[in-house]
């Protein structure tokens, strides 16, 4: 597998949009929301408080991550999106995605890194990725999303 990790180009959104769908976990809203996000960096680049990578494997998208400052924060950014094509899933694309956004985020002086998500038992894989990857759980607010499904947020610190 050759996986080349780079910004996000305009003519990607139509695979984005196929490649959220592919996810059980996501729900429609949530694509909905996703693909707001991949507009306003398609329409302002960085400049619109986001930034998108995306993971190739010989011109196929593998996966994406979105990212970008906290508003009113010095140092702090949140990973808000990040998504592996299930045709891709376990074979270390997901972390080379987090790898490369942690390295933007660093370029940029970023130093804490949050990532909010679900508690359910969907997203109990994606919870153990945030723990291998150093993140660690700070916050859980009960009953978030819905009654039942807690909003969990891990942290990372960037050296």
Not at 27 to 35: I, P, R
Not at 42 to 57: F, P, R
Not at 72 to 85: F, K, Q, R
């Amino acid at each position: 597998m050759n996986i080349n990790i780079r910004p996000m180009p305009p003519d990607y959104r139509i695979q984005l949009a196929g490649l959220l769908a592919e996810i059980p976990q996501f729900k429609t809203d949530e694509v909905t929301v996703a693909l707001e996000l991949i507009d306003a960096y398609l329409a302002g680049g960085t400049q619109s408080g986001y930034h998108i990578l995306v993971a190739e494997n010989t011109g196929t998208i593998a996966g994406y991550i979105c990212f970008g400052p906290t508003p009113l924060t010095e140092s702090t950014w949140d990973i808000y999106w990040e998504a592996v094509s299930p045709h891709f899933q376990r074979q270390g694309i997901g972390g080379l995605l987090l790898k490369a956004a942690e390295k933007t985020i660093g370029g940029h002086n970023g130093k804490l890194v949050l990532i909010e998500t679900s508690s359910t038992p969907l997203y109990y894989g994606t919870r153990g990725f945030y723990r291998k990857h150093g993140y660690r759980l700070i916050c859980r607010i009960p009953d978030f999303y819905s009654p039942g499904d807690n909003r969990l947020t891990y942290s990372k610190i960037l050296s």
